[in-house]
Protein backbone atom coordinates (compact mmCIF):
# COMPACT_ATOMS: atom_id res chain seq x y z
CA UNK A 1 0.00 0.00 0.00
CA UNK A 2 1.18 3.49 -1.12
CA UNK A 3 2.09 5.45 2.16
CA UNK A 4 0.97 8.74 2.47
CA UNK A 5 3.75 11.79 3.56
CA UNK A 6 3.25 15.09 4.88
CA UNK A 7 6.84 16.87 3.92
CA UNK A 8 7.57 20.89 4.65
CA UNK A 9 9.95 23.07 5.93
CA UNK A 10 9.80 24.21 9.14
CA UNK A 11 11.26 27.28 11.78
CA UNK A 12 12.58 25.74 15.26
CA UNK A 13 9.16 26.64 17.02
CA UNK A 14 7.38 24.80 15.05
CA UNK A 15 6.16 26.93 12.05
CA UNK A 16 5.78 26.72 8.31
CA UNK A 17 4.85 30.88 8.01
CA UNK A 18 5.68 33.42 10.34
CA UNK A 19 2.69 35.48 11.84
CA UNK A 20 3.00 37.19 9.02
CA UNK A 21 2.79 34.69 6.49
CA UNK A 22 6.22 34.77 5.29
CA UNK A 23 8.66 32.04 4.80
CA UNK A 24 11.14 33.32 3.28
CA UNK A 25 13.24 31.99 5.65
CA UNK A 26 12.65 28.51 4.01
CA UNK A 27 14.83 28.98 0.91
CA UNK A 28 16.75 25.78 0.57
CA UNK A 29 20.58 25.86 0.15
CA UNK A 30 21.94 23.85 -2.63
CA UNK A 31 21.81 20.84 -0.52
CA UNK A 32 18.81 21.25 0.81
CA UNK A 33 17.11 22.20 -2.47
CA UNK A 34 18.34 18.37 -3.99
CA UNK A 35 16.76 16.45 -0.71
CA UNK A 36 13.45 18.34 -2.10
CA UNK A 37 14.43 17.18 -5.77
CA UNK A 38 15.20 13.68 -4.26
CA UNK A 39 11.99 13.58 -1.98
CA UNK A 40 9.87 14.61 -5.52
CA UNK A 41 11.56 11.97 -7.31
CA UNK A 42 9.47 9.43 -4.72
CA UNK A 43 6.11 10.41 -4.93
CA UNK A 44 3.18 9.09 -7.19
CA UNK A 45 0.77 12.00 -6.44
CA UNK A 46 0.70 15.32 -4.85
CA UNK A 47 -2.29 16.60 -2.80
CA UNK A 48 -2.48 20.26 -2.39
CA UNK A 49 -4.41 23.24 -0.73
CA UNK A 50 -5.37 26.45 -2.93
CA UNK A 51 -2.86 28.47 -1.31
CA UNK A 52 0.28 26.28 -1.57
CA UNK A 53 -1.16 24.66 -5.46
CA UNK A 54 -0.62 28.66 -5.86
CA UNK A 55 2.68 29.08 -4.46
CA UNK A 56 3.58 26.01 -6.59
CA UNK A 57 2.11 27.22 -10.06
CA UNK A 58 5.85 29.03 -10.51
CA UNK A 59 7.09 25.68 -11.15
CA UNK A 60 4.62 25.01 -14.11
CA UNK A 61 6.84 27.18 -16.67
CA UNK A 62 10.21 27.91 -14.63
CA UNK A 63 11.57 25.43 -16.97
CA UNK A 64 11.32 28.42 -19.61
CA UNK A 65 13.93 30.19 -17.42
CA UNK A 66 17.55 29.81 -19.04
CA UNK A 67 19.07 31.26 -16.33
CA UNK A 68 18.32 27.95 -14.12
CA UNK A 69 20.64 25.59 -13.19
CA UNK A 70 20.53 21.90 -13.48
CA UNK A 71 18.60 21.29 -10.15
CA UNK A 72 16.58 23.26 -10.34
CA UNK A 73 15.43 22.29 -13.96
CA UNK A 74 15.31 19.15 -13.03
CA UNK A 75 12.62 19.70 -9.96
CA UNK A 76 10.81 22.25 -12.18
CA UNK A 77 10.61 18.70 -15.05
CA UNK A 78 9.63 16.56 -11.74
CA UNK A 79 7.38 18.50 -10.36
CA UNK A 80 5.77 19.56 -13.56
CA UNK A 81 4.88 16.14 -14.59
CA UNK A 82 3.66 15.23 -11.13
CA UNK A 83 0.04 14.08 -11.14
CA UNK A 84 -1.61 16.69 -8.29
CA UNK A 85 -4.78 16.82 -6.88
CA UNK A 86 -5.87 20.49 -5.47
CA UNK A 87 -8.69 20.59 -2.83
CA UNK A 88 -10.56 24.07 -2.64
CA UNK A 89 -13.40 24.95 -2.69
CA UNK A 90 -12.84 28.47 -4.36
CA UNK A 91 -11.09 27.51 -7.49
CA UNK A 92 -13.59 26.25 -10.61
CA UNK A 93 -10.40 25.00 -12.63
CA UNK A 94 -6.57 24.48 -12.16
CA UNK A 95 -3.58 24.35 -15.05
CA UNK A 96 -0.93 21.84 -15.72
CA UNK A 97 -0.61 17.98 -14.64
CA UNK A 98 -3.25 18.71 -11.55
CA UNK A 99 -7.16 17.97 -11.21
CA UNK A 100 -9.68 19.64 -8.44
CA UNK A 101 -10.28 17.27 -5.71
CA UNK A 102 -13.95 15.32 -6.63
CA UNK A 103 -14.28 13.90 -2.59
CA UNK A 104 -12.74 14.78 1.13
CA UNK A 105 -9.34 14.29 1.77
CA UNK A 106 -10.22 10.58 3.52
CA UNK A 107 -11.74 9.68 0.00
CA UNK A 108 -9.25 10.51 -1.64
CA UNK A 109 -6.51 9.18 -0.01
CA UNK A 110 -8.37 5.88 -0.03
CA UNK A 111 -8.98 5.60 -3.76
CA UNK A 112 -5.75 6.85 -4.52
CA UNK A 113 -4.23 3.79 -1.86
CA UNK A 114 -6.42 1.30 -4.08
CA UNK A 115 -5.25 2.36 -7.16
CA UNK A 116 -2.49 0.74 -9.07
CA UNK A 117 0.62 3.16 -8.92
CA UNK A 118 4.14 3.71 -7.40
CA UNK A 119 5.34 5.91 -5.49
CA UNK A 120 3.87 8.14 -2.00
CA UNK A 121 1.05 10.05 -1.72
CA UNK A 122 2.28 13.23 -0.11
CA UNK A 123 0.50 15.86 0.99
CA UNK A 124 1.69 19.42 0.98
CA UNK A 125 0.07 22.42 3.04
CA UNK A 126 -0.37 22.15 6.88
CA UNK A 127 -4.11 23.27 6.43
CA UNK A 128 -4.70 19.77 4.60
CA UNK A 129 -2.03 17.91 6.68
CA UNK A 130 -3.82 18.83 9.86
CA UNK A 131 -6.83 17.31 8.26
CA UNK A 132 -4.99 13.93 6.98
CA UNK A 133 -3.30 13.57 10.54
CA UNK A 134 -6.81 14.30 12.45
CA UNK A 135 -8.09 11.30 10.74
CA UNK A 136 -4.85 9.16 11.08
CA UNK A 137 -3.66 9.28 7.49
CA UNK A 138 -0.10 10.20 7.54
CA UNK A 139 2.02 7.61 7.69
CA UNK A 140 5.19 9.67 7.59
CA UNK A 141 6.30 13.42 8.66
CA UNK A 142 9.52 14.52 7.37
CA UNK A 143 10.64 18.03 8.53
CA UNK A 144 13.49 20.27 7.19
CA UNK A 145 13.91 22.03 10.28
CA UNK A 146 15.62 25.80 9.77
CA UNK A 147 17.69 27.13 12.62
CA UNK A 148 14.93 30.43 13.07
CA UNK A 149 12.60 31.07 15.76
CA UNK A 150 9.15 33.05 14.30
CA UNK A 151 7.37 33.53 17.25
CA UNK A 152 3.33 32.02 15.77
CA UNK A 153 2.23 31.46 12.34
CA UNK A 154 0.72 28.27 10.72
CA UNK A 155 2.19 25.22 12.66
CA UNK A 156 3.64 22.17 10.60
CA UNK A 157 2.25 19.49 13.65
CA UNK A 158 -1.54 19.63 13.68
CA UNK A 159 -3.41 21.02 16.95
CA UNK A 160 -5.68 17.95 17.78
CA UNK A 161 -4.92 16.86 21.25
CA UNK A 162 -4.16 13.26 20.23
CA UNK A 163 -0.99 11.47 20.67
CA UNK A 164 0.66 10.22 18.08
CA UNK A 165 3.82 7.75 18.61
CA UNK A 166 6.58 7.96 16.03
CA UNK A 167 9.60 6.24 14.96
CA UNK A 168 12.93 7.69 13.76
CA UNK A 169 13.80 6.87 10.26
CA UNK A 170 16.69 9.00 9.14
CA UNK A 171 18.05 12.39 10.34
CA UNK A 172 20.50 14.48 8.28
CA UNK A 173 22.23 18.17 9.12
CA UNK A 174 22.90 20.07 6.04
CA UNK A 175 25.90 22.87 6.03
CA UNK A 176 23.21 25.36 6.23
CA UNK A 177 22.28 24.09 9.76
CA UNK A 178 18.95 23.04 8.44
CA UNK A 179 18.34 19.60 9.93
CA UNK A 180 16.23 17.35 8.41
CA UNK A 181 14.15 14.92 10.52
CA UNK A 182 11.78 11.72 8.91
CA UNK A 183 9.76 10.20 11.45
CA UNK A 184 7.20 7.12 10.63
CA UNK A 185 4.37 6.51 12.57
CA UNK A 186 4.66 3.67 14.72
CA UNK A 187 1.15 1.51 13.86
Given at each position: ?R??????????????????????W?????????????????V???????????????W????Q??????S??D??????????????????????????????L???????R??P????I?????T??????A?????????R??????????????????????????T??????????????A?
Amino acid sequence: MRSVTYSMAVSLDGYVVGPDGGFDWTAPSEDVFRLSVDEIRGVGVHLLGRRLYETMLYWETADQNPALDFSTLDFAALWKALPKVVFSTTLSAVQGNARLASGSLAEEIERLRAEPGEGDIAIGGATLAAEAAASDLIDEYRARVHPVLVGGGIPFFPQHERRVDLELAETRTFNSKVVYLRYRVAR
